[in-house]
């Protein structure tokens, strides 16, 4: 069946250093892939998204590139913030419908 | 509404007692997704609705838990003899259609004692 791996937390950061989160797949066929955060005390929210191989997602810095070829969708951030502090979850959807997530990275952030 | 409204958004029960946990998704989403975040844990898939085909429960952990979703709008998460494994925030999302982003809701968190 469908599976994401990413990578194991917890990752401690200091403001403005540069971030991978990795994040791999398994799926028999072509699934939109996508990453969700959660920041402390709220609920997840989308972060960003790639629906096909090459696609590039982006949003509020971060950046992942989907990548057929070693089924991967990488997370990465140039200069983090300690408001990027909170937890990172990496998603597939293939055609039938069901979202799986993987474990979660946390991610701290600090000044 | 604006967005997934979950309620309650916090509840203790006593050990096997059933609770009752409802969603309200965005209107007009044909998904909707429960699933459960325990301390320290992932996401961990429960049951999907698609419309009107029959729902996906196959991530259901026992057959004390149950869900039905009614005129293809408001969802109800039943546990039934609650166990303190159960502890857990217990989270609703939706979608406009299969593969689509989800919404989710604030969740609720469940405490059994």
């Known amino acids: 069946g469908d599976s994401v791996t990413q990578m194991e937390g917890p990752v401690t950061l200091s403001e403005e250093a540069f971030l991978t989160i990795n994040c791999t797949y398994t799926a028999t066929g072509y699934p939109s892939l996508f990453w969700y955060v959660q920041y402390p005390g709220e609920g997840l929210q989308l972060l960003l998204k790639?629906?096909?191989?090459?696609d590039k997602g982006s949003n509020k810095g971060f950046e992942a590139t989907y990548r057929k070829e070693t089924t991967s969708f990488h997370l990465e951030k140039g200069s983090v913030q300690v408001s990027d502090s909170a937890v990172y979850f990496c998603a597939l959807s293939e055609s039938d419908y069901k979202l799986s997530f993987g474990a979660g990275t946390t991610v701290t952030v600090r000044a | 509404g604006a967005g997934v409204s979950q309620s309650p958004s916090n509840k203790v029960t006593e050990k096997g007692k059933d609770v009752e946990l409802r969603c309200d998704p965005i209107s007009g989403h044909t998904a909707l997704y429960w699933y459960r975040q325990s301390l320290g844990q992932g996401l961990e898939f429960l049951i999907y609705?698609?419309?009107?085909?029959?729902?996906?429960k196959s991530g259901l952990p026992s057959d004390r838990f149950s869900a039905e979703r009614t005129g293809g709008s408001v969802s109800t998460l039943t546990i039934q003899r609650t166990q303190q494994e159960d502890s857990a925030v217990y989270l609703c999302?939706?979608?406009?259609?299969?593969?689509?982003?989800?919404?989710f809701g604030q969740g609720t968190r469940l405490t059994v004692v």
């Open positions: 999302a939706s979608s406009w259609d299969r593969g689509a982003e989800a919404f």
């Open positions: 609705f698609q419309g009107n085909s029959a729902p996906d």
């Open positions: 790639a629906t096909k191989a090459d």
